[in-house]
């Protein structure tokens, strides 16, 4: 496949909170797709990046509701949401995007989550599916049309992020050898079969 310049290579969630050892929500594996994505941006005129950006006292965060991380859920206005471990807290060591991430050419850090009362898994809307954080508009004005996404996680934001974008009239790409997963029961086969259906393509970077 080759690219053009109206490709963009989105970089989903590569923060320590995700990648570190010991982090709060450290997806497994996840630090190893680091070389992989600095390789492969390389070849893509137009890289964007997203940043989970968490308050305190978030309606994600089990420790606002006095639950268990994982386990529980609860049920928002805007449907069910999972709860996690406090992560990506706005400034602190664990929300900054792992410096091993090497993307000079970046042009955008897209931050998401930042409102207290609404999660926000996709790059383009918040979990209730109304709220846009602008990137469809973004990409839009600069003709950007097909977009391959990578990092983590596959089953949450990464896969949201993708059913978004095709929902939105994006050609658009799962590089999956450049994505790891939380691995909830049933999430993987759930947004595989979100991609199935709604014409999201899983690829590898071999492919390219």
């Known amino acids: ?112 989550g930042f409102r207290t009362g609404v999660d926000s898994y996709s790059a383009f809307f918040e979990n209730d599916r109304v709220t846009p954080t602008g990137l469809a508009a973004y990409l839009r004005e600069r003709t950007l049309t097909r977009l391959f996404f990578v990092g983590v996680a596959y089953d949450f934001c990464v896969g949201h992020s993708a059913l978004a974008a095709v929902r939105l009239g994006f050609e658009t790409f799962v590089l999956e050898d450049l994505t790891a997963a939380v691995d909830l029961p049933g999430t993987i086969a759930a947004v595989q079969e979100g991609f199935s259906t709604q014409g999201v393509r899983r690829m590898s970077v071999a492919d390219l």
């Open 1 to 112: 496949m080759d690219l053009t310049p109206h490709d963009a290579l989105l970089v989903i969630d590569m923060q320590n909170d995700f990648l570190v050892e010991g982090a709060p929500l450290k997806v497994r594996g996840g630090e190893t797709l680091l070389p992989g994505i600095n390789a492969i941006a390389r070849g893509f005129d137009h890289v964007l990046c997203t940043q989970d950006w968490h308050p305190a006292g978030h309606i994600s965060f089990a420790s606002t509701h006095g639950k268990q991380p994982f386990e529980d859920s609860i049920e928002a206005s805007y449907g069910t949401q999972s709860l996690w471990p406090d992560h990506c807290l706005q400034g602190t060591a664990g929300a900054h995007l792992h410096a091993g991430l090497h993307l000079p050419h970046a042009e955008l850090i897209l931050r998401k």
